[in-house]
């Protein structure tokens, strides 16, 4: 995905505003997020959250792989081994 691109095939996020709105209805507690690979930069995630209405957040899958070593890293630097 790339945000400076536009869609082609026509979708401008509304199947995903009903998506999110019926998700929502159901129940409180969910949260609806976008992830991916195509979302790889900040714009790319802004663009979803733009085109893409009911949102509540974005999941990095890389982000969550790198918890563990930050707080190793947090540890060194703090000096507790």
Do not use: W
């Not at 976008?34 to 663009?47: E, L, R, S, T």
């Not at 899958?61 to 540890?75: G, H, W």
């Amino acid at each position: 995905m790339d945000a400076d691109k536009h869609r082609s095939d026509g979708e401008d996020g509304s199947a995903n505003a009903r998506f999110s709105t019926k998700t929502h209805s159901l129940s409180s507690d969910v949260l609806v997020l976008c992830h991916g690979g195509p979302i790889a930069k900040p714009k790319d995630a802004q663009y979803m959250f733009e085109y893409c209405r009911g949102l509540d957040g974005f999941y990095g899958a890389s982000s969550m792989e790198r918890l563990a070593e930050m707080k190793k890293f947090t540890q060194l630097k703090l000096g507790k081994n």
